[in-house]
C-alpha cells in the first residue's frame, strides 16, 4: 500500500517530445507538490495544489502544466521536452502540517 | 542564491558514535525547520522537525538543535547505525505566513555509518 506512487519510474524520451508524469496519494491530504531534483541535487518545489486549486507556481517554463482532476491527484504534463528538463520528479503531498510532506519515489526523467 | 546550505557534502563515521550533520540559512523569515531522510531510488522521508519558538527537539536517536542567531541547525544521531546511511537534506519554510509548505532545500549531506 503505497501512500505515494507516480508512473512511470523511468522515462526516456527525445527532445520535442509531450509526455505526462502521474502522481496519486492515498492518505487523503488537501495538498501535493511537485519537486524536481537537478543534476546539482536539489530539490526545489515546482508547484503546490491546495484541494485541487493552484497555490503555489515557482518560476517553471510555461511547458509544465500540472493537472489536478481530483484531492488524490496531481499529473504533472511537459511539453516540448529540452535536454535540461532531465532530472528526478517527485510528488509529494501533506496534511494539516503542510511542512510535514510525504513523497513518492520520484520519476527519473532523461531527454536524449 | 542558496538560502540553504549543507556545506558538508559527505560524512562518515564509525557505528556507535555521534553523526552530526549541519545546516546554515539566510533568511530569518524561517520559522520552521525539518530535516529528511532519503535512501537511493526513494522519495525523501519526514525524519524530525523544529520550529523556532524551540532550540532543541528530541526524537529517540535523533535530536534537532536550533540556533536562531546563527542562522543554524544541526541533527545529531546517536548512537548512529548503519541502517542510517542516507542523504540527510535540511529543509525550512516560512511557516507562519503564507507559504503554503513551500519548502527551501538544501543539497543534502551523505552520511555513511561503517559498521
Known amino acids: 500500500d503505497t501512500a505515494v506512487s507516480q508512473t512511470p519510474k523511468y522515462l526516456v524520451t527525445q527532445m520535442g517530445n509531450d509526455k505526462s508524469i502521474k502522481c496519486e496519494q492515498n492518505l487523503g491530504h488537501d495538498t501535493m507538490y511537485w519537486y524536481k531534483q537537478d543534476s546539482k541535487k536539489f530539490l526545489k518545489i515546482m508547484f503546490s495544489?491546495?484541494?485541487?486549486?493552484?497555490?503555489i507556481n515557482e518560476t517553471v517554463p510555461n511547458r509544465f502544466s500540472p493537472k489536478s482532476p481530483d484531492k488524490a491527484h496531481l499529473n504533472l504534463h511537459i511539453n516540448s521536452l529540452e535536454l535540461g528538463d532531465s532530472a528526478v520528479y517527485f510528488c509529494a503531498s501533506s496534511g494539516p502540517t503542510k511542512e510535514t510532506q510525504y513523497f513518492g519515489p520520484g520519476t527519473r526523467l532523461l531527454v536524449l | 542564491d542558496q538560502q540553504v546550505k549543507q556545506n558538508s557534502p559527505s560524512l562518515s563515521v564509525q557505528e556507535g558514535r555521534i553523526s552530526i550533520l549541519n545546516c546554515d540559512y539566510t533568511?530569518?523569515?524561517?520559522?520552521?525547520f525539518l530535516w529528511y531522510k532519503k535512501y537511493p531510488a526513494e522519495g525523501p522521508t519526514f525524519l524530525i522537525s523544529i520550529s523556532s519558538i524551540k532550540d532543541k527537539n528530541e526524537d529517540g536517536r535523533f535530536t534537532v538543535f536550533l540556533n536562531k542567531s546563527a542562522k543554524h541547525l544541526s541533527l545529531h544521531i546517536v548512537p548512529s547505525q548503519p541502517g542510517d546511511s542516507a542523504v540527510y537534506f535540511c529543509a525550512v519554510a516560512n511557516a507562519g505566513g503564507t507559504s503554503y509548505g513551500k519548502l527551501t532545500f538544501g543539497q543534502g549531506t551523505i552520511l555513511t555509518v561503517h559498521p
Open positions: 495544489y491546495n484541494n485541487k486549486e493552484l497555490i
Open positions: 533568511n530569518s523569515m524561517f520559522d520552521y
